[in-house]
């Protein structure tokens, strides 16, 4: 069963442009995170979703980044205007049911979003 | 803050050799621990999970016991196949630190022989 999928597979844009990644969840789940790999290095935590709310951001998720569930369904990661060092996989996760952590919720996660900023 | 510090790669093995893939945490609360597996070209894959001291998480051979006292949770697997080459992060959710993201170490790369 796929947990949730992403598009687009893959984006290049040029530097300054705004990009939309979109994460839609095969079901109605409530928590819902982003995070991204730069090649090469760890997966970080940027932001976490509940209830059509953040819940949680980091040091990451500046005023570039915004996120949304516009239509009750797709979960989207927005950044305003790219730069160089947002070239990155990018991934959407959702929990079974409450925050990961709680009884060891898992995290299931999307294929991701290669994000090339030229 | 919490981390997760994990071996350097890449791991390089043989078919049939036995694995340990250290991973060691800081948590300020009570972590669940996991182990996420990806493979070449796909995201992250749930392998095995324990959320508390002396859990032994357990999957298609791979297994990782959570030690409180020594704060790790190393990944090992008694005969590694071709297949199982890929990337392995370790990974822990500190809820009781306030932090609803999971915080994951660099990544190990196994690659295995035949």
């Known amino acids: 069963e796929p947990e949730v999928t992403q598009t687009p597979s893959h984006q290049v844009t040029q530097m300054g442009q705004e990009v939309i990644l979109r994460c839609v969840p095969i079901?109605?789940?409530?928590?819902f995170y982003w995070y991204r790999q730069i090649l090469g290095q760890k997966v970080e935590f940027l932001v976490s979703?509940?209830?059509?709310?953040?819940?949680?951001k980091s040091e990451i998720f500046d005023d570039q980044f915004s996120v949304e569930r516009p239509d009750g369904s797709n979960f989207t990661l927005k950044i305003r205007s790219t730069k160089l060092e947002d070239s990155a996989m990018y991934f959407c996760?959702?929990?079974?049911?409450?925050?990961?952590?709680?009884?060891?919720?898992?995290?299931?996660f999307g294929p991701g979003t290669r994000l090339t900023v030229l | 803050g919490n981390s997760v510090t994990q071996m350097e790669g890449p791991v390089t093995l043989s078919e049939e050799a036995f694995l340990t893939i250290n991973c060691t945490y800081t948590?300020?609360?009570?972590?669940?621990l996991f182990w996420y597996v990806q493979y070449p070209g796909e995201g992250l894959q749930l392998l095995l999970k324990?959320?508390?001291?002396?859990d032994k998480g357990s999957n298609k051979g791979f297994e990782a016991t959570y030690r409180k006292e020594t704060t790790s949770f190393h990944l090992e697997k008694g005969s590694v196949q071709v297949s199982d080459s890929a990337v392995y992060f370790c990974?822990?959710?500190?809820?009781?630190?306030?932090?609803?993201?999971?915080?994951f170490g660099k990544g190990t790369h196994l690659i295995i022989q035949p």
């Open positions: 990974a822990l959710s500190d809820l009781g630190g306030g932090a609803d993201g999971l915080t």
């Open positions: 996760a959702r929990t079974q049911g409450g925050l990961a952590g709680l009884g060891g919720n898992e995290q299931f």
């Open positions: 079901s109605n789940h409530l928590y």
């Open positions: 979703f509940y209830n059509n709310e953040i819940s949680e």
């Open positions: 948590a300020t609360g009570y972590p669940s």
């Open positions: 324990a959320t508390k001291a002396d």
